[in-house]
């Protein structure tokens, strides 16, 4: 574990340096094109069911509720003007690098759940994978994103924690590539 908080600590800082003129194009574009702050902090369930706070480009509406966002009635309407591009296009994920940096979160494991959903915070306290340190990609996610069910999430996310390994890692990283760009499993 201790290779593994090595290595996201040195990919966050590169990918930080790498990334720094997009991340500021993107914060430029968030500001110009809706009202509110460029960063939307949400609370999120890290490991040991700790609460954290982790960053996003915001792509939703200030006032929007505080709920996964397949669950809310119509979507798209409280999408952003480039909510939806930054979703489906995965940059409103880059401040999570700071989450990363802190140790809040990992590259990969289990995508952290919102502070409120419940059954999911459950199924993985049931199943130990609470234990794990939440990742901007994990293995659930390269294998259906937002389209899998509570359950389905949940035994891909045991899967990973019984086979996690630095080459399993990698594996999902490199997925994750080409699931960003081919935009695979982005419902808004």
Same mark, same amino acid.
């Given at each position: 574990?201790?290779?593994?908080?090595?290595?996201?600590?040195?990919?966050?800082?590169?990918?930080?340096?790498?990334?720094?003129?997009?991340?500021?194009?993107?914060?430029?574009?968030?500001?110009?094109?809706?009202?509110?702050?460029?960063?939307?902090?949400?609370?999120?369930?890290?490991?040991?069911?700790?609460?954290?706070?982790?960053?996003?480009?915001?792509?939703?509406?200030?006032?929007?509720?505080?709920?996964?966002?397949?669950?809310?009635?119509?979507?798209?309407?409280?999408?952003?003007?480039?909510?939806?591009?930054?979703?489906?296009?995965?940059?409103?994920?880059?401040?999570? %690098? @700071?989450?990363?940096? $802190?140790?809040?979160?990992?590259? /990969?494991?289990?995508?952290?759940?919102?502070? +409120?959903? !419940?059954?999911?915070?459950?199924?993985?306290?049931?199943?130990?994978?609470?234990?794990?340190?939440?990742?901007?990609?994990?293995?659930?996610?390269?294998?259906?994103?937002?389209?899998?069910?509570?359950?389905?999430?949940?035994?891909?996310?045991?899967?990973?924690?019984?086979?996690?390994? %630095? @080459?399993?890692?990698? $594996?999902?990283?490199?997925?994750? /590539?080409?699931?960003?760009?081919?935009?695979? +499993?982005? !419902?808004?």
């Amino acid at each position: 574990m201790a290779i593994k908080r090595i290595l996201d600590i040195a990919l966050a800082a590169l990918s930080m340096l790498a990334l720094m003129l997009p991340m500021i194009l993107v914060a430029i574009m968030v500001r110009t094109t809706s009202s509110g702050p460029t960063l939307y902090w949400s609370e999120r369930v890290g490991r040991r069911n700790a609460i954290f706070k982790m960053p996003k480009f915001r792509t939703l509406h200030v006032g929007t509720p505080v709920v996964p966002t397949h669950l809310l009635t119509t979507p798209g309407a409280y999408l952003t003007p480039i909510g939806s591009f930054l979703r489906k296009s995965s940059l409103d994920e880059l401040p999570q %690098l @700071w989450s990363i940096l $802190k140790g809040d979160m990992s590259f /990969v494991g289990p995508r952290p759940a919102l502070f +409120n959903q !419940a059954d999911l915070i459950a199924l993985r306290t049931q199943y130990g994978v609470h234990y794990l340190v939440p990742g901007l990609t994990g293995w659930a996610q390269i294998n259906g994103r937002d389209e899998l069910p509570i359950q389905e999430k949940v035994a891909l996310d045991v899967e990973y924690l019984r086979q996690q390994s %630095l @080459w399993f890692d990698i $594996k999902i990283l490199w997925f994750t /590539v080409f699931r960003v760009l081919r935009r695979d +499993n982005v !419902a808004h």
